[in-house]
């Protein structure tokens, strides 16, 4: 079957690993974790009558602790960059991380994905950032791996992309 | 055994997975297989076609293959990734390329401890982090929330302070006076509290007075005991609690300590209102001072229950600390009281007196060198006189916009009541229309106004004064005046700033600071003054013709209150196009007697009639109509000292008039 790798990125506490594990096994735990490493899944899903295996790369969110090895991208068809909403910061190095991708691997597919819509009340997105947000015309949805809104549809999409 | 035997059996032994690579991402074990990766992958094929089962394998195998290829000193090894059995246990491997025997060989281990223990401290870095980002975050929302509430609390002291210092200008009985004195006294209190607040809790504010003015600050402590208790005498009094200074043993004592005042005289105010709170009725609280050697002290003693035995001191001085009788308000006073002794470089405490009550003290370092602050009267504190209003060096045309109603109405009273001529704006796009359609010497804009804030009208201005030889006076009004929003504001094109809630001589001392502004326009002149006509330069221009003067001034006498009362009714239709036509040929008929002030409120008018905001024409109107009164008071003095020759000796040949009935159809 055809296989697609698919690399989660963003900062750390984000939400990467509860988006995965929302998708794949269709659970989500409260509690943070934080992931040390890379974390491996895969996926069976149909796109466009399409039968595809998504190899599902979690990448640990750089921060000053763990550096970022972009070897981990060789090879990724595409990627689901993610922000907390609640968090500028985290939305701020998903637009440098993007700009390093484009650096190290060139142009690849990507949805950017703003994560804990759960917790709207709380965004730090701001007129000025949306305004930001348009200007890239970017993928964007808006996501929350708690009630699994967007979780589907930001793969499903990403695949879309991938597969043109 | 051979030495690489020996090696193999201890990697295999340590739980090392010894594998030869036979390429095309298969491999083929060369020790023992430990346990966790039977339970990982199917070992029972030769070879295992290992990058295929795990893609993080896959991936680790170019730089692997690399190094085989022309080993190097430098370790060939992975990062941790972690795989899952098929019952979802977690196990961390780590993948290392190494050469045995000639043979190319791939280690791959299980850190276990080693990788737990890093995840746990990264797991508590990472949530020290989070915890961090959210306490910011709080502080910040409590700093904007703190703003919001100061500035919605600054806002009626404004009115307030200004109310009462138009109603101290009206006739008042002695009475009304006393009243009017109590009702300042209170509102400047409540004005100190505000800002102790601010000081409290800003950061800003509070680096600034670290380094501020406290350093050299020196008061005296007796003269500010006597004003604290001198302020409080009418609500002890109330309370029927006796309250008293004692005075110092030696009368020609220096009692000046390191402090500033008003915070000094907050702090008497603080201790002495928490003492009233305990005192019962019939009770007496003393204020008395000691020397300390290098430090003065201070106490308030009072006669009430004492301290609470379950509370020490320092819980005391805590921040938000009530007693448990309640009677207090937020819990901020001895709050306050602590941390402003300790900036001073003093020390406070508290302690039950061996009778009863208790005995709130505190010391403060002895001022160094410096000379006495003049101690103000103590009657005089009590009853402040009224400041009087000083008229500034001349009147100016002041643009004054702000979003409250109340502080608009008196402060345009005030500064027109001292001859400014003064525009008044509800908000700052109308304040930007009025800059535009007439020019101003002074603009005062408050900061925060609903839609177009201060920043924004004042960017507006200098953006549209850029290139020219004009630079209007820009004043903000803010209840935030800390270092940071001063420069904010500097910087977004303000002059000055003035803190709100201001009273009148906080007004005066910004407007003061206005460079000098061009010479008194019509605008700005005071009603009262006499336009003064220079007839000699008139007579100049016509050629000496006195006769030809009369006549213009006949003229002018008899056209002009026609033509202001027109403009008067165009404003009243609200027919700004006609108002501006008007209004231009006042402005020509004016010009002709070089009466400058008058030619410059028509082409004002004019002016804004050609905007078609006409919000502002009343003021001018009523401003040109007062000088055309002057101007025409003039010119008919003229008339009557030089009066004209006969008619017979005038060489103006006047049409016949025209025959009834011959009018054509």
């Known amino acids: 079957m055809l296989q697609k790798k ?29 992931t040390v490493g890379v974390k491996v899944d895969k996926k069976n899903v149909q796109v466009n009558g399409t039968d595809l295996t998504l190899v599902l790369w979690d990448i640990y969110g750089e921060d000053d602790y763990q550096k970022m090895h972009w070897t981990y991208l060789r090879g990724a068809s595409g990627y689901l960059l993610v922000a907390d909403g609640t968090r500028k910061a985290t939305i701020d190095k998903a637009f440098s991380l993007e700009q390093r991708v484009r650096e190290e691997v060139g142009v690849i597919p990507f949805v950017f994905v703003i994560n804990k819509c759960d917790l709207s009340q709380d965004w ?41 | 055994m051979t030495m690489p035997d020996v090696l193999e059996n201890f990697l295999a032994q340590m739980g090392y997975a010894l594998l030869e690579y036979r390429g095309a991402g298969s491999f083929v074990p060369i020790a023992t297989l430990p346990g966790w990766f039977k339970g990982l992958w199917d070992s029972s094929s030769n070879p295992i076609p290992l990058s295929e089962a795990c893609p993080f394998l896959e991936n680790f195998l170019f730089e692997a293959e690399a190094f085989w290829e022309s080993p190097s000193a430098a370790l060939c090894q992975s990062e941790t990734w972690v795989e899952k059995t098929p019952d979802g246990h977690e196990i961390p491997l780590q993948a290392r390329a190494l050469f045995l025997g000639g043979k190319r060989v791939l280690a791959l281990c299980n850190p276990g401890a080693q990788f737990h223990e890093q995840v746990q401290m990264l797991q508590t870095a990472r949530n020290a982090l989070l915890d961090h980002e959210r306490l910011a975050r709080e502080i910040q929302k409590k700093e904007i929330l703190l703003h919001c509430i100061v500035h919605d609390l600054s806002q009626p002291l404004s009115v307030m302070h200004v109310a009462m210092d138009c109603l101290s200008e009206e006739s008042l009985s002695e009475r009304s006076k006393q009243f009017l004195t109590l009702g300042k006294l209170a509102s400047n209190q409540q004005e100190t509290m505000i800002r102790d607040i601010l000081h409290t809790f800003s950061d800003d504010l509070r680096a600034s007075l670290n380094a501020g003015t406290e350093e050299n600050a020196s008061t005296d402590l007796l003269a500010c005991a006597r004003k604290a208790t001198q302020a409080l005498a009418s609500t002890f009094e109330a309370k029927r609690v006796r309250l008293t200074v004692t005075s110092p043993d030696d009368p020609a004592a220096q009692w000046l300590v390191r402090a500033e005042e008003s915070r000094l005289q907050r702090i008497f105010s603080n201790l002495l209102e928490n003492a009233l709170r305990y005192s019962p009725p019939g009770s007496q609280v003393t204020v008395g001072l000691e020397s300390q050697g290098e430090f003065l002290k ?45 900036r001073w470089g003093g020390s406070i405490s508290c302690l039950s007196l061996p009778e009863k009550g208790s005995r709130f003290w ?63 704006a509800r908000n700052g796009s109308e304040a930007l229309r009025k800059i535009r359609a007439c020019s101003f010497d002074i603009i005062l804009l408050d900061h925060e106004m609903p839609g177009m804030n201060g920043d924004e009208v004042a960017s507006a201005v200098r953006k549209r004064e850029a290139g020219k030889n004009t630079r209007s006076f820009l004043i903000a009004c803010s209840g935030n005046s ?59 221009r016509i050629g000496g013709d006195a006769q030809l003067l009369q006549r213009m001034i006949r003229t002018f006498l008899h056209d002009t209150p026609k033509r202001v009362t027109s403009i008067a009714a165009a404003l009243r239709r609200n027919n700004a196009e006609e108002l501006a036509s008007l209004a231009h040929a006042l402005k020509g008929s004016v010009s002709l007697f070089g009466a400058e002030p008058a030619r410059k409120l028509a082409q004002d008018l004019q002016e804004l009639g050609r905007a078609g905001d006409l919000s502002a024409a009343p003021t001018l109107l009523n401003s040109l109509q007062e000088e055309i009164a002057n101007l025409l008071g003039n010119l008919r003095g003229y008339a009557k000292q030089n009066p004209a020759r006969p008619r017979s000796a005038v060489t103006v040949r006047r049409k016949p008039p025209r025959k009834r009935g011959k009018r054509r159809r």
């Not at chain 1, 963003?10 to 943070?32: C, H, M, N, Q, W």
């Not at chain 2, 308030?300 to 009530?322: H, S």
């Not at chain 2, 400041?387 to 500034?392: A, I, L, S, Y």
């Not at chain 2, 109340?406 to 500064?415: E, G, K, N, Y």
């Open chain 1, 124 to 164: 730090e997105v701001d007129s000025a950032l949306q305004a930001q947000l348009t200007e890239k015309n970017w993928n964007l949805l808006r996501s929350s791996a708690k009630t699994g809104e967007g979780v589907e549809e930001a793969f499903a999409l990403l695949t879309r992309k991938i597969l043109g």
């Open chain 2, 482 to 540: 800390g270092p940071e929003d001063v420069a904010r504001l500097k910087k977004a094109g303000f002059d000055t700033v003035l803190s709100k809630p201001f009273q009148l001589e906080d007004l005066y001392r910004a407007l003061a600071a206005a460079p000098a502004v061009a010479p008194a326009t019509a605008l700005c002149r005071k009603p009262s003054a006499p336009a003064q006509v220079a007839f000699s330069s008139v007579l100049a």
């Open chain 2, 298 to 342: 201070a106490y308030v003693d009072d006669q009430g229950p004492g301290l609470p035995k379950d509370l020490r001191p320092e819980q005391i001085f805590g921040l938000f600390m009530k007693g448990k009788q309640g009677g207090g308000k937020a819990g901020l006073g001895l709050y306050f009281c602590r941390i402003t002794v300790d």
């Open chain 1, 6 to 34: 698919i690399c989660m990125l963003g900062s750390f506490a984000v939400g990467k690993t509860s988006l995965v594990r929302r998708f794949v096994e269709s659970i989500y735990s409260d509690v943070y974790q934080t």
């Open chain 2, 362 to 424: 505190f010391r403060l370092p002895r001022a160094a060198g410096q000379p006495a602050q003049p101690a103000q009267d103590v009657a005089k504190i009590a009853a402040p006189a009224t400041p009087e209003p000083q008229p500034p060096p001349r009147p100016l045309r002041i643009l004054f916009a702000d979003d409250q109603p109340d502080i608009r109405t008196l402060t345009c009273h005030q500064l027109k009541r001292v001859g400014h001529r003064v525009v008044a």
